[in-house]
């Protein structure tokens, strides 16, 4: 246990640190598991997973051991050299998508930076400028991240913003009449987490690959968020029965050391030249040996198919709560979100915390589940029993 106390570091926080984020909502020393600790010794069950980050949990030995053995070789070499656990990555990274041998992988050090990666390989397309991006969606904070990221409060205060993004609604029609041959791409995440885990429309996915494939437009889908697992298949476009031109990735690849990559398939492949694209640490040999032990513990262990199964018994169970407050219950596999019938998202996240349970709100009506894949139904059932006082306390 820590010797300063919150009340201290949170005052230490409001004046050292640059005001981007909101006060925090407690301050955290360790964890073990699906579990953390506050510095007052508290124990919170942690079913937000760093924002579906912490995919083998905390502290989870085959991680701790990679990393440990990594830092005693070298942590960093410049991309002026290859490392094994880089080039592990990639195969790995290849197989699990089915990029395969045509394939090819970019590594970054966040979301926002692999998807910039993905929007500057679109401008080499053909020499195509125009890239649709959907209302309310979400692909990062940079400048050409947030051009892409449809939400106009994000947008507004930063512009203008990279030029030659046309946003629409996440319809089949609204697809339709706006692919042509002067679209570059089109990114789409499978499943949209900031905006309160909100699928996409039955047969979206296969059309956008048609009129893409059609017209010679990109298809990349942002699997930041959905990737690695965390959907109950390895990328959740595995379950709409399509390939995408290119996937981005990060967050959950490297369960807490920070790693992006973009993926891309067959001819996309070859789009990027030496020279054109560049970066000091992505694919560096801690960020790669960390997201090593990751993919092979979530396959050893078959986590993928642990995120499927305990994601609907989770559904079940939260429906089965009968309370009032839930609308519904959405999303697929461990990244679950429960609509709800009155603005209290807020409420409920405070009340659950208080009870050593930590959820999180991505708008006033939704509260998101993304907790690591290796829960078990010790962690299901303190989650109901929290969860379900949680909502009784915010009605
Ligand atoms: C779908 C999606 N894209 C992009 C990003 C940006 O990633 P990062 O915060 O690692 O830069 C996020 C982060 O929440 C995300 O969920």
Not at 188 to 215: C, S
């Amino acid at each position: 246990m820590s010797t300063t106390s919150s009340t201290d570091l949170t005052a230490r926080y409001g004046d050292a640190m640059m005001r981007t984020f909101g006060t925090p909502q407690a301050v955290l020393d360790r964890g073990d598991g699906a579990y953390v600790w506050d510095v007052e010794g508290k124990k919170y069950l942690d079913f937000l997973g760093g924002i579906a980050v912490n995919a083998l949990g905390h502290a989870h030995p085959a991680l701790v051991e990679a990393i440990t053995r990594q830092a005693s070789a070298f942590l960093h070499v410049s991309n002026y050299f290859a490392t094994e656990a880089q080039v592990n990555l990639a195969e790995t990274l290849l197989r699990l998508t089915g990029a395969g041998d045509t394939g090819r992988v970019f590594f970054a050090n966040s979301g926002t930076e692999a998807i910039e990666a993905a929007f500057k390989l679109s401008r080499l397309n053909q020499g195509r400028t125009r890239v649709v991006a959907m209302n309310n969606s979400f692909h990062g904070r940079s400048m050409g991240a947030l051009a892409l990221t449809g939400k106009p409060a994000l947008r507004e205060p930063f512009e203008p913003l990279v030029p030659g993004v046309i946003h629409i609604d996440t319809t089949i029609e609204a697809l339709e009449a706006v692919i042509d041959d002067t679209i570059a791409a089109i990114v789409i995440e499978p499943i949209k987490g900031e905006a309160g885990v909100i699928e996409l429309p039955d047969g979206f996915l296969k059309r956008a690959r048609e009129l893409t494939t059609e017209h010679g437009v990109l298809l990349i889908l942002d699997e930041i968020q959905t990737g690695a697992g965390r959907t109950g298949s390895w990328f959740a476009y595995q379950q709409h029965g399509i390939e995408p031109d290119a996937v981005v990735l990060a967050k959950g690849l490297g369960g807490g050391v920070p790693i992006g990559a973009l993926i891309t398939f067959g001819d996309t492949s070859e789009l990027f030249h030496p020279g054109q694209h560049g970066t000091t640490f992505g694919g560096n040999p801690l960020a790669t040996a960390a997201a090593n032990a990751v993919l092979a513990e979530i396959e050893s262990a078959d986590l993928v198919g642990n995120a499927r199964r305990r994601g609907e018994q989770l559904k079940t169970a939260i429906l089965g709560l009968g309370s009032p407050l839930v609308a519904e219950v959405r999303g697929a596999g461990l990244l679950i979100g429960i609509g709800l019938t009155e603005p209290v998202a807020a409420r409920v996240v405070a009340a659950a915390l208080t009870l050593g349970l930590i959820i999180n709100a991505p708008n006033e009506t939704s509260i998101r589940i993304a907790p690591p894949l290796i829960i078990g139904d010790d962690e299901i059932a303190e989650f109901i029993t929290s969860f379900a006082r949680a909502l009784e306390a915010s009605a």
